[in-house]
């Protein structure tokens, strides 16, 4: 509000029509990279034919997040005529909406499940992560919907980097994870360039980062995810790395060879902390604008040891069950069933590993 | 003791025209916290989500009125112009807190909720910074009165397609706006709302009444930087105040409250003050040391007291509290701190006082209604 009230920006468009001024357009997000690790095991995967069932009248539009809860349920996090959040039951049926018309939701980024099978669904229209009890009550916001009056008077705006860094408040945040502590990290985003951590009550704790390509900087930090150690695995998509923080957001190492990370998944769920082996995946997606040439270079998932060593990988570009375009969020709860929140597809996805198998490499 | 002493400066610092300053050792007032007081119901497709709370207030039956921020606010594509709609609703409560009624669906300038207001007679008033509107409810839900008018369009110019296609993860987020500024579409070509005279409001925060039924409005948080006084029937009547720190200037007024003498009483945010006017407008007084005020209550009792909120910082996470203050501005006592647990507050935007030591408290940042009882 203060922010608001003492912008002369803000005062001058709204005081009489005067010319807006606005931010040089940010330089093309350079093209969607090919992996550089080569001779990758293919993993053999096949999809759940129609698995998501919706009633009649029910739609899911451009499906940007996915997670399941310790009971199976699924949630979809979509935008669609509204951004809506959709509950499935483990069959995949339709279940229910969730926080229809509130506050925190425009424009869907990704959804998690917490421990306590809360639901926090992340919105990059609002710039608030909004946690619901498993009834879907609001219990928890954290960031604040940019004030109607400073929004209109930045309009158009192209949501460009900004780098602002404030405590309390994101710039278009892209996702959420948990320690087994219940801190909570946020990677903020594509207007921040930075990772910050808050306490389990929603207290800043610390951020760390720039807009860069060095260690601890970040070019559009696209998802986050955690280990049973604590440890932060950020999907920095624009340098085409997963960088890996400790939990205090101390830089550990750079998995460099997989492509431009979209989507980070660690397996085996947010906790409590369970005696399975944790594997990472990362999705080099198709890009969203589905260039005919980044079909061929894109589309793959990778399975990876937490240190970085790259196990096998599974999928391609494409619209038919089982391929991907633009995979934009994954869980992984269960290590060989993998669910694809897809944007271009309008569709979620079932995915089944079959590990087992040994295959050629292609 | 201390206060005896406090009240003592704090009198001979208000006769001899100083201000006061910081008053850091205000008690504490030790308190209790309902902070789950709303209940609506969030299942299915009739989910009701409060928001962010711009104003609570209730009635003399206990009916409770919180206009809030929730749903969306939509720009509605038309010819060379784009509309706003949406953004805000009046809910209403029983006494418990369990979701009634609603107030004023779908009317016209429920856009960004920034106060409201339960007057003497039951009257609901409802006060929008992006409408730029005053609305009285009747206490059956009717519209009685609607001061200023809501700018017929919003400056939204369309930005550029994507530079070729392929442009890049999630194109469409680069590339030049279509219109130079102040091009087609603007908002140079859209005459905000005119209103009638004296009711050009320029986001207004709130409203008071004295005894006579005249209404104040706050005007506000843009840059009008006036308190403009009309009749009980809306007809205008005078204003004053402009932008700075003189005495009778202001930097964003964020509330007003009218003692039972007919002080005017305004919370003169950015310059960390309230200001005391007469009726006519005429400059009485001013006392610092409550902080940044974001909002007030006056109680009604014998003896009357300001409860005025206060946040250090932007989104009340860091630096916040409530104070109750006697009219002569000595802080009694304060409490409560930032945050987003119970017991903490998050831009305390709205203080209902209607009984002096049980408080209804609606936050910005945290999307609740807090009810407050003080111990004595």
Not at chain 2, 226 to 255: L, V
């Amino acid at each position: 509000m203060k922010r608001c009230f003492t912008s002369s920006l803000t005062a001058l468009a709204l005081a009489g029509g005067l010319a807006l001024v606005w931010a040089p357009a940010q330089p093309v997000v350079s093209a969607q990279s090919k992996a550089t690790a080569t001779n990758v095991p293919v993993i053999p995967h096949e999809p759940v034919p129609n698995f998501f069932k919706n009633p009649p009248g029910i739609y899911t539009g451009e499906n940007m997040g996915i997670a399941t809860d310790s009971k199976g349920n699924i949630y979809i996090y979509h935008r669609a005529y509204e951004t809506r959040l959709f509950q499935y039951a483990p069959n995949g049926t339709f279940v229910r909406e969730i926080g229809r018309g509130n506050y925190g939701f425009a424009f869907a980024h990704s959804v998690r499940v917490d421990a306590q099978d809360n639901i926090w669904a992340v919105d990059e229209g609002t710039d608030t992560l909004v946690k619901f009890s498993p009834e879907g009550k609001i219990l928890m916001t954290i960031g604040r919907r940019m004030d109607p009056v400073f929004a209109i008077a930045n309009m158009p705006g192209q949501g460009a980097f900004h780098g602002r860094n404030e405590k309390y408040r994101f710039g278009r945040q892209t996702d959420v994870a948990w320690d087994q502590q219940g801190n909570i990290f946020v990677p903020d985003g594509y207007s921040d360039g930075r990772v910050v951590k808050y306490d389990k009550n929603g207290r800043f704790v610390k951020a760390v980062g720039t807009r860069g390509s060095g260690n601890l900087q970040f070019n559009t930090p696209h998802s986050l995810a955690t280990d049973f150690q604590g440890n932060v695995y950020v999907g920095d998509r624009g340098n085409a790395r997963v960088q890996v923080l400790d939990n205090d957001l101390n830089w550990k190492a750079n998995y460099p060879n997989t492509g431009n990370p979209w989507a980070v998944c660690v397996s085996g769920g947010p906790g409590p902390k369970n005696p399975g082996k944790q594997y990472l995946y990362v999705s080099n997606s198709w890009q969203d604008s589905a260039p005919a040439a980044g079909a061929e270079i894109t589309g793959e998932v990778y399975k990876m040891e937490l240190d970085g060593t790259i196990i096998g990988k599974f999928g391609r570009a494409g619209k038919a069950p089982g391929e991907f375009a633009t995979i934009h969020q994954m869980d992984c709860r269960d290590p060989n069933t993998i669910y694809t929140a897809e944007i271009n597809n309008w569709r979620s996805q079932k995915i089944l590993l079959k590990p087992a198998a040994k295959s050629s490499a292609n | 003791m201390t206060r005896t002493f406090k009240g003592f400066v704090a009198a001979a610092m208000l006769a001899s025209g100083a201000s006061l300053t910081a008053q850091s050792g205000a008690p504490e007032i030790a308190f209790d916290s309902t902070a789950d007081l709303l209940k609506t119901n969030t299942d299915g497709p009739n989910a009701v989500f409060v928001g962010e709370v711009g104003g609570v207030g209730q009635d003399s039956r206990g009916r409770i009125f919180v206009y809030t921020r929730t749903g969306h606010p939509y720009a509605t594509l038309a010819d060379n112009r784009t509309f706003q709609r949406g953004g805000s609703r009046l809910l209403v409560f029983d006494r418990t807190g369990k979701m009634t009624a609603e107030w004023g669906q779908d009317v016209y300038g429920f856009n960004a909720a920034i106060g409201l207001r339960v007057d003497p007679q039951d009257n609901v008033w409802t006060i929008d910074e992006v409408a730029s509107q005053v609305v009285k409810f009747n206490p059956d839900g009717s519209v009685g009165l609607v001061l200023g008018r809501k700018p017929e369009a919003i400056g939204v110019r369309p930005a550029a397609p994507p530079a070729g296609r392929g442009g890049g993860p999630e194109a469409g987020r680069g590339g030049p706006p279509a219109f130079p500024p102040g091009g087609p579409g603007g908002r140079g070509n859209a005459l905000p709302g005119s209103g009638t005279p004296g009711s050009t409001f320029n986001r207004p925060t709130d409203v008071a009444w004295d005894k006579q039924g005249n209404i104040y409005i706050a005007d506000g948080i843009g840059n009008n930087n006036r308190i403009a006084k009309f009749d009980k029937e809306g007809r205008f009547i005078r204003q004053w105040g402009s932008t700075g720190s003189e005495n009778g200037q202001f930097r964003g007024i964020k509330s007003l409250a009218i003692d039972a003498a007919g002080n005017v009483y305004a919370a003169d945010h950015g310059n960390k003050r309230v200001q005391v006017f007469d009726a006519d407008g005429t400059y009485k007084s001013q006392f610092t040391g409550i902080g940044t005020p974001l909002t007030m209550c006056m109680t009604t009792g014998a003896t009357q007291y300001l409860y005025i909120s206060h946040s250090g910082d932007a989104d009340g996470m860091e630096d916040a509290y409530i104070q109750k203050v006697g009219l002569d501005g000595k802080v009694i006592g304060k409490f409560g701190s930032a945050g987003r647990l119970p017991k903490q507050f998050g831009l305390a935007n709205s203080i209902d006082c209607r009984n002096e030591n049980e408080l209804l408290v609606g936050e910005m940042a945290v999307w609740r209604v807090q009810k407050i009882a003080l111990k004595k």
